[in-house]
């Protein structure tokens, strides 16, 4: 799965607009078993981390050039149609508590 996800963009939902809207569009642009591949920041599953998250979102925001880190991207990815095919729950290493939390994976688009 790492070698796959270092030749695809990645931490990239955190930072658009519409994250919902552009997981609509990449679905509809792929064909019906098309694969989506992300390794993406995520809201944690520790409640007292996720609320620092969200005390720290402002900040976040301004200071990581409009990283939203603390979004259920997972959730997103699945209200768009997507099928999770292959999940990794990880961290990244010697980043900010709030940054730490991600998902890498396989996401097939439905027929």
């Known amino acids: 799965m790492r070698a796959l996800i270092s ?3 990645r931490l990239v939902l955190c930072t658009v607009d519409d994250p919902a809207r552009a997981l609509e ?5 792929l064909k019906p078993g098309g694969q ?11 409640p007292g981390l996720a609320r620092w998250q969200d005390r720290l979102h402002g ?8 990283c939203h880190c ?3 991207t997972l959730d997103n990815i699945e209200r768009a149609g997507f ?3 292959e999940l990794e ?3 990244m290493r010697k980043a900010p508590p709030i940054v730490r939390p991600l998902i890498a994976g396989l996401a097939q688009a439905s027929t």
Do not use: M
């Not at 569009?25 to 642009?29: G, K, S, Y």
């Not at 900040?59 to 409009?66: M, N, S």
């Open 7 to 9: 030749w695809f963009p």
């Open 70 to 72: 603390n979004r259920r």
């Open 25 to 29: 569009e990449i679905h509809r642009l």
């Open 89 to 91: 729950h990880d961290r």
């Open 83 to 85: 099928s999770i095919a």
């Open 36 to 46: 989506l591949v992300f390794l993406e920041h995520v809201r944690s599953d520790d």
């Open 59 to 66: 900040v976040q925001v301004r200071l990581a050039y409009g």
